[in-house]
């Protein structure tokens, strides 16, 4: 799903003059996806992520959610700029840890030009680095990542348990009412996450469920929207939930969409009158003043009848203000339902997103 | 009672000898007014010297700097990113970037990414708003400028600017400014890709910003981050860029600073001057006062706050003047007062509470010294002695002893062998402080020396005769009077001396090294001559020879102002080169180099020795000459033009020098040159003929030794005012002898023509000594000081017309002060001088 680094990655590519243009290929439906290699980068797309969230609980029983995410923006600067340094790929990463305990979110974030053995984002299969950041898939199928961020540090393992959930038609997912208004995207439900989390020397090994959702895209928002709502969320039967709706800037939805993964692998698309998120519990940062409706109800409707998740958030202020590094103001929260557990990302809240 | 007496005298004193009073404060003043003036103007200047440094280096906690503007491998970045230790590392290309009117902008090429982590104040900000457009700090052509910069090219955001670097010219769009950066610095940045891509720099990058982990030993991570570097980069944090700063000025700062507490060392004998005399008057007052009970000690307090009252006028007056002169010196020389140390704008003056509260102190030191001397001396008097007897506290007939002044002197010699202390020539100033104060204390010696053949032959001119025995019966007299003259005119002699050496030696080595008939230089920063370039030059009509250097700055230690690299064609020719001492050749295998005489002291490496040099890939060098060389301060490496091509891959050339063909006209040469130059250093490059650049060394030289000849001047008052103070003092004293002699039928004239012969005497013996003095002097500056402060060497060249006439204006000077005092001493009526006894 469309994520809110997206937002500094397409700002930074916003204008540019004298170079020739860059041509960006268009998302369009009837792809044809491969794995491993999927996994891999797609360098010639303006924009692509690898998007983990997931649940974990340590030896005392106690929840955690995490959220690791890396960015890959191709940047309109002169193709043939012989300089090393040419900013033609950009990474981002983003790492956030939601502890009730602690009350707020912990976060962390980088960015880098790839490069000089300092990032870069793999063709091929996945294995991206900035710094001594990384997320990598291993040839036994298992994702594992390690992070020493500030504050925290993740060392985890993501083993899949499905095969990926190919979102909209057969991957090509629609944002906008116009078609080129799309990524493609897939999904991976259901992992497994073993591993260790540490805050300073307090912490251990954690084992619980995560969330990576890959996309890459050319042309994204359409421009009178303001934001959007999104979740995914893992039930403890082995189901799995996406939906998103994106907003206008007076509230309304703009378009929306999403996928259920039923137990035994039966697939329903939610066309945009299949989603519908209504608030249920707002809350305002006393930091940036914005208010987000942060305990939603997700309705979305199946063939056999609508379906209701309430949704509520591990603990209020899951707000991410990272301005200091050019990103935007956003909410990413653990949030659980009755049979189930996920994210839910809230954006265009503090100002309304320009793209 | 005490205290009434106390303040009674002290008041009767001044109301009696106002001028005395105020040439001693005046005295003081000139010396905390220099000594202040030259610690403003330099404190001021280094401040703004080291902001600018701040300003375009970011403040990173760490630097790996290239040691020459050729820059280092990119590639080192992501080797030295991942060390340990090492939380991010931002890579930096520097570019000398000109407007199109010709202003100076430095220009960094930075990777916003990692200078927002590292370099914060280097972060451009985009303007938002309409007809600025979007915002992309990665565009190419995006140029971001601090709110100096914006105004030295007349420029705003949003508006197109051909900036011009390393000889390319390229049009940006300024997209914000740089709103971290400090008023009136300039500095742009641009995305370091365009920076390498558009001013010709692909591969290099001049300087790696390093932000260290949290918990991370810096001295640890230098150790490990030395292991990673190639020779041509260098590691260093902000006390090696302030002490490299601080470097390039220091020894002519520190110089000046002497030599104003020098003027304030004059002060201080001054002030002994007329305080000796003062005593020396009222020693029967004083008598009568210890009679009446007064405690010694109360007594040396009484003449301790007599000068430090003058101290204290004069050390206010001396601060106020001080600021004064700095803010005009700043004004008329520049912040590095004619040295050329650092930029042409004149940096805000700023004032220095800590330097004030120095500069005081040290003039109520001076003041409260030169006044508890003859303090001691006057307590010393055995009361019922002194009250009899007003006559000179030194007895005429005993030998003045020799054993002081030849320890001093001796002390000195030693001092002046001593190596320079923490770079400076601290012991030579020790050795020049100890020669003055032995020549003084040999003053009463060499006066009874020098009077005696007169003494002992009587001319026949009866005034005259008067005038030499009343000074050898007077020696403490004498010697009082004599101190001012000696020391303020050794001084000034020992300066005029060195000055006169330096220019003559400046001068000859110009007319060595300017043997070419026509000189091309292109800017700095500008990119020079490529080959092509450097053909189409040397095919210029009339041009007969034609020999290309390149001058590069080389850093060879973090805290040390970089020396030149040149390269040039050395041998055979050695042209334009002059060799102190012989050549060597060098062993098999070491590429040889030559070193300008301060390189050589400051390496310590002479002809035939190795040095190490942070070029090329581990090649070894060899010492085959040391050049003579006035012009770099900091040092120059000459090495032959191939060894340098083959080691740095650097074609370009920066200057060269024209030989011109048979009856070829320089001017039509020159403006040919220009014409043949690339059209990328349109603008970028000047000629000069022999001639001009010789006036222009020579005008440079003054200018940056005006405040010297300024100081000179100060010296020369101040050694008149001294004549004036203690003859006019010594007049007055001696109302009453006046008075006998016109009793005994000694004629009005013929008491001013005694006047005028002891003055006349005075001054010669006092001038002539100053001057031997001034000479042994002027050798521990030029051997001492000179070579310890900038690392050359001179031979001593005499200004014999100065040295005659100052002897000559002293001696008349001297006189004329002492007749003058004298027809006021004698304007008093004979009768009532001689009865004005106790």
Not at chain 2, 107 to 114: A, E, K, P
Not at chain 2, 368 to 387: E, F, K
Request: no cysteine; charged share 15%.
């Amino acid at each position: 799903m469309k994520r809110a680094h997206a937002i500094m990655a397409l700002a930074l590519m916003a204008a540019t003059s004298a170079a020739p243009p860059v041509v960006y290929p268009v998302v369009s439906p009837g792809r044809t996806f491969a794995f491993p290699a999927d996994h891999g980068a797609h360098p010639e797309y303006r924009t692509e992520w690898w998007y983990v969230t997931g649940i974990v609980a340590g030896v005392d029983g106690k929840r955690l959610g995490f959220q690791v995410t890396f960015f890959r923006s191709r940047l309109p600067v002169d193709p043939n700029n012989a300089s090393a340094f040419a900013a033609k790929q950009v990474l981002f990463a983003h790492v956030a840890l939601s502890d009730p305990a602690t009350g707020h979110i912990l976060h962390d974030e980088r960015a880098a030009r790839a490069g000089f053995g300092l990032a870069g984002a793999k063709v091929g299969d996945a294995d991206i680095t900035i710094r001594d950041w990384r997320l990598v898939r291993l040839a036994d199928g298992q994702f594992t990542t390690r992070i020493a961020a500030k504050g925290f540090t993740l060392d985890l393992a993501f083993t899949p348990s499905q095969p990926p959930l190919l979102e909209g038609q057969g991957g090509y997912s629609r944002k906008g009412p116009k078609p080129s208004e799309a990524s493609y995207y897939y999904s991976l439900p259901q992992m497994r996450v073993s591993g260790t989390i540490m805050r300073g020397k307090a912490g251990g090994s954690v084992s619980g469920k995560a969330w990576l959702d890959r996309e890459w895209s050319s042309s994204y928002l359409n421009p009178v929207a303001a934001g959007w709502d999104w979740t995914g969320l893992n039930f403890d039967d082995g189901s799995a939930l996406m939906a998103f709706r994106i907003r206008r800037r007076d509230g309304s939805t703009l378009w929306a969409g999403g996928s259920f993964r039923r137990a035994g692998g039966a697939v329903v698309v939610l066309a945009p009158g299949d989603v519908s998120l209504v608030p249920m519990r707002r809350w305002t940062s006393p930091r940036t003043g914005a208010t987000y409706p942060i305990a939603q109800t997700l309705t979305i409707r199946l063939p056999e009848g609508v379906r209701r998740f309430a949704l509520t958030p591990f603990m209020a202020d899951q707000e991410l203000d990272a301005r200091r590094s050019g990103l935007p103001i956003y909410w990413e929260g653990a949030v659980t339902t009755p049979g189930g557990s996920g994210y839910l990302e809230l954006t265009g809240y503090a100002a309304p997103m320009k793209m | 009672m005490a205290d009434a007496a106390l303040r009674w005298m002290i008041a009767g004193e001044w109301r009696q000898h106002p001028g005395r009073i105020a040439v001693a404060a005046l005295a003081i003043a000139v010396g905390v007014a220099l000594g202040f003036a030259v610690h403003l103007v330099n404190g001021s200047a280094l401040a703004s010297f080291g902001q600018a440094i701040r300003t375009v280096n970011g403040a990173a906690d760490l630097q790996i700097t290239a040691t020459s503007a050729l820059g280092m491998d990119e590639a080192l970045y992501g080797r030295v990113a991942l060390a340990a230790g090492v939380a991010d590392a931002s890579p930096v290309v520097m570019l000398k970037a000109k407007s199109p009117s010709g202003e100076a902008i430095p220009v960094l090429g930075l990777d916003v990414i990692r200078a927002a982590n590292v370099t914060p104040t280097t972060i451009g900000v985009s303007a938002s708003g309409p007809g600025t457009g979007a915002t992309d700090p990665f565009a190419s052509d995006a140029l971001f400028l601090s709110r100096a910069a914006l105004a030295a090219a007349r420029v705003r955001v949003g508006d197109s600017l051909a900036i011009t670097a390393n000889g390319h010219t390229q049009t940006m769009v300024v997209r914000g400014t740089l709103p971290a950066v400090a008023d009136g610095q300039r500095l742009g940045a641009i995305d370091i890709a365009a920076s390498q891509s558009l001013f010709g720099r692909l591969g290099r990058i001049d300087r790696i910003d390093l932000k260290l982990a949290d918990g991370a030993q810096p001295g640890a991570a230098r150790l490990a981050l030395a292991r990673l570097l190639p020779p041509d980069a260098i590691l260093s944090d902000g006390d090696d860029q302030t002490a490299q700063s601080d470097a390039l000025s220091r020894a002519y700062r520190v110089n000046l600073d002497m030599l104003a507490l020098v003027a304030l060392l004059t002060g201080s004998f001054l002030v002994y001057a007329t305080q000796s005399l003062s005593v020396a008057r009222r020693l029967q007052a004083f008598a009568l006062l210890r009679t009446l009970g007064m405690q010694k000690r109360a007594l040396i307090a009484l003449v301790a706050t007599e000068g430090a009252l003058a101290g204290l006028a004069g050390s206010v007056l001396g601060l106020l003047l001080g600021y004064g002169l700095a803010a005009g010196a700043m004004a008329l020389l520049g912040g590095d007062l004619g040295g050329g140390y650092f930029g042409d704008a004149p940096p805000p003056l700023i004032f220095a509470p800590g330097a004030a509260l120095a500069f005081f102190a040290l003039g109520m030191a001076a003041a409260i010294g030169g006044s508890v001397l003859p303090a001691l001396d006057g307590a010393r008097a055995a009361p019922a002695v002194a009250l009899k007897n007003a006559g000179d506290a030194l007895d005429p007939r005993a030998r003045p002893g020799l054993m002081v002044p030849l320890v001093l002197a001796g002390l000195g010699i030693g001092a002046a062998l001593m190596p320079a202390a923490a770079r400076l020539p601290l012991f030579g100033y020790l050795a020049i402080a100890l020669l003055l104060a032995a020549g003084i204390a040999a003053m009463p010696g060499v006066a009874r020396l020098l009077l005696a053949p007169l003494a002992r032959r009587p001319s026949g001119a009866f005034a005259f005769d008067l005038a030499v025995q009343h000074l050898r019966g007077t020696p403490g007299a004498a010697a009082s009077a004599l101190s001012g003259i000696v020391a303020s005119t050794a001084l000034m002699i020992a300066m005029a001396i060195m000055v006169t050496s330096f220019r003559g030696a400046v001068d000859e080595w110009l007319g060595d090294i300017l043997s070419g008939d026509l000189y091309l230089r292109s800017d700095p920063g500008s990119g020079g001559f490529d080959p092509a370039a450097q053909g189409a030059l040397a095919r210029v009509k009339g041009v007969e020879r034609i020999m290309f250097s390149r001058t590069v700055p080389l850093v060879l230690a973090a805290d040390q102002p970089p020396m030149q690299l040149i390269a040039r064609p050395v041998m055979p020719a050695m042209e334009a080169m002059t060799l102190i001492g012989s050549a060597v050749r060098p062993p098999r295998g070491a590429i040889p180099v030559w070193l300008s005489e301060p390189a050589a002291r400051i390496l310590g490496r002479s002809a035939g020795q190795s040095v190490r040099l942070p070029l090329g890939h581990g090649e070894h060098f060899a010492v085959a000459g040391v050049w003579r060389d006035y012009a770099r301060q900091q040092g120059a490496i000459a090495i032959e033009s191939s060894d340098y091509e083959r080691m740095s891959g650097d074609l370009a050339r920066d200057a060269a020098m024209v030989v011109l063909a048979p009856g070829a006209s320089a001017d039509s040469v020159s403006r040919a040159l220009i014409a043949a130059s690339p059209p990328a250093l349109q603008g970028q490059v000047q000629t000069a003929q022999p001639a001009v650049l010789r006036r222009f060394a020579l005008t440079l030289f003054d200018r940056s030794f005006a405040i010297t000849y300024l100081l000179e001047a100060v010296a020369i008052i101040v050694g008149l005012a001294g004549v004036a103070a203690t003859t006019s003092a010594q007049a007055l004293a001696r109302t009453r002898e006046f008075g006998m002699l016109r009793h005994i039928g000694v004629s009005r004239g013929q008491v001013l023509a005694m006047l005028g012969s002891e003055g006349a005497l005075l001054g010669l013996v006092g001038s002539m000594a100053g001057v031997l003095l001034g000479i042994a002097i002027s050798q521990v500056l030029i051997h001492v000081v000179n070579p310890q402060s900038f690392n050359w060497t001179m031979s001593t060249r005499f200004p014999l017309g100065l040295m005659a006439s100052v002897i000559a204006a002293l001696t008349v000077a001297a006189s004329a002060t002492a007749m003058l005092a004298g027809r006021r001493a004698l304007s008093v009526d004979a009768v009532r001088a001689v009865r004005a006894d106790w």
